[in-house]
């Protein structure tokens, strides 16, 4: 066995020299629940106003609409509703798609399809407007397991390991 064939012995993610342009330099995936429990803090001891953050746009709710994925969580805010994410997908390939919403079954495709997608979800509430940061990850053929579609692929682990693509059934 030669080991420098292994697929995993590579680095995964790009350099940000190699993502020039208006986004920063993305690879990591960047957690924003730490800003959220503060901003929450805020907003429980008066300092910050309900009007200040619960300002999701008409395009925000209706992207949870039609690409949002439904949560158990409840709202911080109203305590009454529960959360959406709702994902957008950025990255110079895209083009004309940059900034647009999308599902988890359609990034689980785009993943394929593209190098690098860098993808914000986003937690919005449909009750009271709250919405906040929560996640950027990257998305694409750079990166060997998509966080996105780690729960949503099911693996056929047990058994043979199959040659090729995991999970996909025969026809
Ligand atoms: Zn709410």
């Given at each position: 066995m030669d080991i420098t064939d292994k697929p995993g012995a590579e680095k995964p993610l790009p350099s940000g020299?190699?993502?020039?342009?208006?986004?920063?330099s993305i690879s990591a995936d960047v957690d924003y629940s730490l800003q959220r429990r503060m901003l929450l803090r805020d907003v429980y001891s008066g300092r910050v106003g309900t009007h200040e953050v619960c300002d999701a746009s008409p395009y925000l709710i209706s992207a949870s609409r039609y690409h949002g994925e439904a949560t158990t969580r409840r709202c911080p805010?109203?305590?009454?509703e529960h959360l959406w994410l709702v994902h957008y997908i950025f990255g110079?390939?895209?083009?004309?798609?940059?900034g647009q919403a999308r599902s988890r079954a359609e990034l689980a495709k785009l993943a394929k399809g593209y190098r690098h997608i860098d993808v914000y979800v986003v937690e919005v509430c449909r009750g009271c407007s709250w919405n906040h940061l929560v996640r950027r990850f990257g998305l694409g053929?750079?990166?060997?397991?998509p966080p996105v579609t780690a729960g949503t692929t099911p693996l056929a682990s047990h058994g043979t390991p199959r040659p090729g693509r995991t999970g996909t059934k025969q026809p």
């Amino acid at each position: 066995m030669d080991i420098t064939d292994k697929p995993g012995a590579e680095k995964p993610l790009p350099s940000g020299a190699k993502y020039p342009g208006g986004v920063q330099s993305i690879s990591a995936d960047v957690d924003y629940s730490l800003q959220r429990r503060m901003l929450l803090r805020d907003v429980y001891s008066g300092r910050v106003g309900t009007h200040e953050v619960c300002d999701a746009s008409p395009y925000l709710i209706s992207a949870s609409r039609y690409h949002g994925e439904a949560t158990t969580r409840r709202c911080p805010i109203c305590r009454r509703e529960h959360l959406w994410l709702v994902h957008y997908i950025f990255g110079e390939e895209l083009r004309a798609s940059a900034g647009q919403a999308r599902s988890r079954a359609e990034l689980a495709k785009l993943a394929k399809g593209y190098r690098h997608i860098d993808v914000y979800v986003v937690e919005v509430c449909r009750g009271c407007s709250w919405n906040h940061l929560v996640r950027r990850f990257g998305l694409g053929r750079d990166y060997p397991t998509p966080p996105v579609t780690a729960g949503t692929t099911p693996l056929a682990s047990h058994g043979t390991p199959r040659p090729g693509r995991t999970g996909t059934k025969q026809p």
